[in-house]
C-alpha cells in the first residue's frame, strides 16, 4: 500500500547550521503534504505545509521544497536553534477524500 | 486560543480495568481524529469524525476499543477490557472542513499517555 517515509530516522547539527529534512512519498495523486514537530511529551504541532499546485513555501525560518517528479519532499530549517530539537514528520493525503497519512519521523538534534 | 485539549495526561491502570480517553476539540472544527502513537508502528490513525459522525473506523484495533462524540465540543475513546498491549499515546487532533477531510493541517492536543499493567 502507499507510505509515506523518510530517507534518515535522525539528523545531527550544530547550532546556527541549516537543516535539510526528506521525505518520500510513493502516491503520484497525493495532492497536499504538512510537516509537523513533535517535542517531547507532547503533540505534533503544524510547521508548514504545501499543496501539489506548488514547489515551493516558505514559512519563518522554514522551507518546504516539493518534487512530484521523483515523489520528494523536504524541509529547511535556517539557522537551526537548540529549541528546533524534535522528531519531525511528513504527511500526506495519498488518496483523494482520505485523512491524511503519516511518516516514521525523523529526530533533529541541534547542539550548541 | 484554546487548542485541543485531552484529558487526562497520563493514565495508569491494570489490565482488564475499563479506560476512557476524552477530547475537546478546537472550536469550530468539523473533523475530529483519534491516533495512537507508539515506537514500534508510529502515529497510527484510529477513527475520525465528521461532524459528530464517524465517518471511518477501520483503525480501530478490535471492538475492545470504541469512540463516540455525542455533540462538537467533546469526544471519547474508551477501552474495555484494557490489556498491556494498549499501552501507547492516544492523541486526539481536529481541523475546519475546508476542502475536506485530508486538505487542512491537523491541529493535534498534547495526548493520554496510556500504561497498562
Known amino acids: 500500500g502507499e507510505s509515506v517515509g523518510l530517507h534518515l530516522p535522525t539528523l545531527s547539527v550544530q547550532e546556527g547550521d541549516n537543516s535539510i529534512i526528506n521525505c518520500a512519498y510513493s502516491?503520484?495523486?497525493?495532492?497536499?503534504f504538512i510537516w509537523y514537530k513533535q517535542e517531547s511529551g507532547k503533540g505534533p504541532q503544524f510547521i508548514i505545509d504545501?499543496?501539489?499546485?506548488?514547489d515551493k513555501r516558505q514559512g519563518q525560518r522554514v522551507t518546504v521544497l516539493l518534487n512530484k517528479t521523483v515523489k520528494h519532499l523536504s524541509l529547511q530549517i535556517a539557522a537551526t536553534q537548540p529549541g528546533d530539537s524534535a522528531v519531525y514528520f511528513c504527511?500526506?493525503?495519498?488518496?483523494?477524500?482520505?485523512?491524511?497519512?503519516f511518516g516514521k519521523g525523523t529526530t533533529l538534534s541541534v547542539s550548541s | 486560543d484554546a487548542g485541543v485539549i485531552q484529558s487526562p495526561r497520563h493514565e495508569v491502570t491494570e489490565m482488564g480495568q475499563e479506560v476512557t480517553l476524552r477530547c475537546k476539540p478546537i472550536s469550530g472544527h468539523d473533523y475530529l481524529f483519534w491516533y495512537r502513537q507508539t515506537m514500534m508502528r508510529g502515529l497510527e490513525l484510529l477513527i475520525y469524525?465528521?461532524?459528530?459522525?464517524?465517518?471511518?473506523d477501520s483503525g480501530m484495533p478490535e471492538d475492545r476499543f470504541s469512540a463516540k462524540m455525542p455533540n462538537a465540543s467533546f469526544s471519547t475513546l474508551k477501552i474495555q477490557p484494557s490489556e498491556p498491549r494498549d499501552s501507547a499515546v492516544y492523541f486526539c487532533?481536529?481541523?475546519?472542513?475546508?476542502?475536506?477531510?485530508?486538505?487542512?493541517?491537523?491541529?493535534f492536543g498534547d495526548g493520554t499517555r496510556l500504561s497498562i499493567l
Open positions: 469524525f465528521n461532524n459528530n459522525v464517524p465517518i471511518d
Open positions: 504527511a500526506e493525503n495519498d488518496q483523494a477524500g482520505t485523512a491524511l497519512i
Open positions: 502516491n503520484s495523486a497525493s495532492d497536499y
Open positions: 504545501i499543496r501539489s499546485n506548488m
Open positions: 487532533a481536529s481541523s475546519p472542513n475546508l476542502g475536506g477531510v485530508g486538505e487542512q493541517p491537523q491541529h
